[in-house]
């Protein structure tokens, strides 16, 4: 079993880049299988979820090189609409392909995604929304058939929550749609706009993106293009919060800072002095970080559901109590009983976190039960007095390329074993 070990309270000091952005990545490589050519990703990240992408674009007819961090797809004889049910495992997310592949081939069939560790992640939002532009839909037996009998039809779309995912799918599929479609209550994250960036730099027509309403205008066909995803606003965050609990002072560079404009308040009110650039973010912590009245997870700008875990991992050595409450997904806690192995103080009442301040953790070891929550055991080890030992490292490695080495490289004492 894949792991990490890690000696804690060594203070991370130093500078960093930020990786691309995974949420951002994924979708554009599922945009790819719209262009009839070569797209070129650049500043894509070595992630596993990455490499199960790459692995539904090989068996959809693409050509996939990789060239350090630059993707190289060719999707000029994609010949398939299918999905088989082991990827879909491998990578639930892999729903967002089904719009490009409905645009692309006029069907799609996929195995029902399945929910996660943390939660039911259903695709209802999707399904109702590329009905409106004319898909036909039947599940047969956990097989999600999607047809498009009279082609895809521009309308407006209101989203009934502001969905990524389904906000994606729809983007996607309205792209060489006919006609004009609007989406209502989207979602704004960055990387929606980075997608909208790609398939405008393809020939698409979007405007609107990162605002809730969205408008595309269906082409023809998207042609060839060259794209650099933006640096990934979570794992960005993740590494500040690795140096406010070591009393760290670190600057992370090739970042946007108004992307995490929701968290540097919050690392502020921690007692952390906060300095930001156009591309970088500059964290003194104090010694002792203060606790947060109450944190709420929103949609985009509001503070992001991915780090609610990695916050409350460093609340759980903050001065006082603070609350989160995660108002996206409905289980989102798994990572907290692995907390209290550490000497957590943390009590859950359905979706609110109570974070008893403790004067320090003691190292553990922990199971790393989903990504967030696995980077939060990272955390908690940072901070830690002695040794951890954080398992199942896979569900970091979807996320976060290289950890071990980006904090080792600010001082942090940290391995990975088989
Ligand atoms: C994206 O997931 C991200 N994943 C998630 O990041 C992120 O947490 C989430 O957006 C919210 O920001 C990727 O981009 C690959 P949603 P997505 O559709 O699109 C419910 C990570 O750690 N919902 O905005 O699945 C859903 O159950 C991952 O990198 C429906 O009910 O998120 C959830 O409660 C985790 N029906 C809420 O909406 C639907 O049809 C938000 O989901 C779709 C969603």
Redesign the pocket.
């Known amino acids: 079993m894949k792991s990490f070990v890690i000696n804690g309270q060594r203070r991370l000091c130093g500078e960093t880049d930020i990786q691309g952005s995974?949420?951002s990545v994924?979708p554009i490589m599922a945009a790819t299988v719209l262009v009839n050519g070569e797209s070129i990703i650049h500043n894509c990240p070595e992630l596993s979820d990455v490499d199960a992408a790459v692995k539904i674009l090989r068996l959809l007819g693409c050509t996939v090189k990789r060239e350090g961090h630059t993707l190289i797809v060719n999707s000029e004889n994609v010949n398939s609409y299918e999905i088989p049910d082991r990827l879909m495992r491998e990578m639930r997310?892999s729903v967002m392909f089904l719009g490009a592949i409905l645009g692309r081939m006029g069907k799609a069939v996929l195995s029902t995604p399945g929910g996660c560790e943390?939660?039911?992640?259903?695709?209802?939002?999707?399904i109702s929304s590329l009905r409106l532009l004319g898909v036909s839909f039947a599940d047969e037996n956990g097989k999600l058939k999607f047809d498009i009998p009279d082609g895809l039809q521009g309308t407006r779309v209101t989203l009934p929550?502001p969905?990524?995912?389904?906000t994606e799918n729809v983007m996607l599929a309205a792209c060489t749609a006919e006609g004009i479609t609007v989406i209502n209550n989207a979602?704004r994250?960055p990387?929606i706009s980075d997608l909208a960036d790609f398939l405008n730099k393809c020939g698409a027509h979007i405007s609107g993106a990162g605002e809730s309403t969205v408008i595309i205008q269906g082409v023809k066909s998207l042609n060839s293009a060259e794209h650099r995803v933006i640096s990934d606003r979570?794992v960005a965050a993740s590494y500040l919060l690795c140096a406010a609990v070591t009393n760290g002072n670190i600057c992370i560079t090739d970042v946007v800072p108004s992307h995490i404009g929701s968290v540097l308040p919050v690392l502020r009110e921690m007692g952390c002095t906060v300095e930001t650039g156009i591309n970088t973010v500059k964290l003194l912590s104090p010694e002792k970080l203060r606790r947060i009245r109450l944190i709420r997870t929103m949609p985009y700008p509001g503070f992001?559901?991915?780090i609610q875990a990695p916050v409350t991992a460093a609340l759980s050595v903050a001065d006082g109590t603070s609350v989160v409450i995660e108002n996206?997904?409905?289980s989102r806690y798994k990572h907290v009983g692995e907390l209290l192995r550490f000497g957590a103080k943390i009590h859950i009442e359905g979706r609110m976190a109570v974070i008893e301040g403790v004067n320090t953790l003691n190292g553990a070891t922990v199971n790393a039960t989903d990504?967030?929550g696995g980077f939060a055991m990272l955390i908690a080890a940072l901070a830690a007095k002695g040794g951890s030992v954080v398992l199942n490292t896979e569900h970091i490695d979807r996320?976060y390329e290289a950890p071990e080495l980006v904090l080792s490289k600010l001082g942090a004492d940290i391995k990975r074993t088989e």
């Open positions: 995974k949420n994924l997310s943390i939660g039911l992640r259903p695709i209802d939002i999707h929550f969905s990524v995912g389904a979602a994250e990387e979570i992001p559901t991915d996206i997904f409905e990504l967030r996320g």
